[in-house]
């Protein structure tokens, strides 16, 4: 599957359908991050009560997974939303179907509307847990409404988890209120035996820039803050993502808001994932700018290589990006794919030469 990816990465259309397919099943939240591009206080223009009630019915759920069947392709689903997936009703259910197919399963949650006997008996295969933070007055801070009892509650969720065996990665995003615990969400995650620790800085806009990390939180990062929290990681023998955070830092350097460069790494995301929305909108990625289709629109395998998902790969193969292509939301998994592309010879699709 990733030599046809990459075959139609070439060729600037692709040859086999997404590989991963990214659902959200809800927008409705528990938290109020301050970072959230939907939740967060800071935001300039909130979202509607009606949007922020939305919530993928079951029907269209399983019609979805009837279309990502006939695919052929898909080995990996993540549910997630806009807000948090475990206050769906039938979240359960929905993972149930997925594991059914034998396909590979993430999930994306901050833990505090978790059934954790039902969690741990999920089959999950890499669940990601939004920590932002490793000491109560961070994570309150980064969580607007939530306290220490609520980062206690969360702690309880990775404990119980953990002594489950159930495979934990720890999302750290990084702004100012979680920056000074760069190192230590690296002993925080030894605490809690995560898989990783994943490092992002904040990508912000609409408002929520006003929680971005200092210049000076910048420079202590860089000079200071990451190198500790390698050298810590290689101590404990903790997994981490520093040399990708690293890097985002790198991209930062003149504006703190924005975490890298497209035409240094290009994007493979409408090759290899696709992203659809609680009401059937279909997105070419995490960038919710970027429609491509939508559910009632006839089949996905039709779309997929259809004008409108190719006129953005178009678009991108000519170096016009999207707003928000510079807080790329799928950083990593590009900068894997780029790799991939350039071991090839291939100067990555997308990117500049």
């Known amino acids: 599957m990733r030599q046809q990816i990459l075959a139609g990465l ?6 086999v359908g997404p590989s991963q397919v990214h659902i959200d099943v809800t927008n409705r939240c528990n938290a109020a991050c301050i970072t959230c591009w939907d939740h967060s206080p800071l935001l300039k223009v909130a979202r509607s009560k009606g949007w ?3 919530r993928l019915p079951m029907e ?6 009837s279309d990502l069947d006939a695919f052929g392709s898909v080995g990996a689903v993540v549910l997630s939303g806009m807000g948090e997936p475990l206050t769906h009703p039938r979240i359960y259910e929905m993972m149930a179907a997925i594991k059914q197919r034998g396909w590979h399963l993430t999930v994306l949650s901050n833990l505090l509307a978790a059934d954790l006997g039902r969690l741990c008996e999920a089959g999950i295969d890499n669940l990601l847990v939004g920590v932002h933070g490793a000491t109560p007055d961070a994570y309150a801070a ?6 220490e009892r609520d ?3 969360m702690c309880n969720g990775l404990k119980a988890l953990a002594s489950a065996g159930v495979q934990v990665r720890h999302v750290q995003v990084i702004n100012r209120d979680t920056s000074p615990d ?4 690296v002993r925080f995650g030894h605490r809690y035996s995560a898989d990783r620790v994943n490092y992002k800085l904040a990508s912000l806009d609409g408002g929520t820039e006003d929680c971005a990390i200092t210049e000076e939180q910048h420079e202590w990062l860089v000079h200071e803050g990451v190198p500790a929290a390698r050298a810590l990681a290689e101590t404990l023998g903790v997994r981490t993502n520093l040399d990708l955070f690293a890097a985002q830092l790198a991209a930062a350097q003149s504006d703190v808001t924005h975490v890298t460069g497209m035409d240094d790494i290009g994007c493979a995301m409408g090759f290899a994932y696709t992203r659809v929305a609680v009401d059937g909108t ?3 990625c995490c960038n919710t700018a970027i429609e491509v289709g939508h559910l009632r629109d006839g089949p996905l395998t039709q779309q997929w290589v259809g004008p409108r998902w190719q006129a953005a790969r178009d678009r991108i193969s000519a170096g016009q990006w999207f707003d928000g292509c510079s807080r790329c ?3 990593e998994q590009n900068v894997k794919w780029g790799q991939r592309q350039r071991e090839r010879g291939l100067v990555p699709f997308g990117a500049r030469a």
């Open 10 to 15: 070439a060729q600037g259309r692709p040859l």
């Open 60 to 65: 269209m759920f399983e019609r979805l997974l």
């Open 329 to 331: 939301g799928k950083y």
């Open 151 to 153: 980062f206690f509650a």
């Open 282 to 284: 279909v997105l070419f």
């Open 142 to 147: 980064f969580h607007p409404g939530w306290d």
């Open 182 to 185: 760069v190192p230590a969400m």
């Open 52 to 54: 922020k009630s939305q």
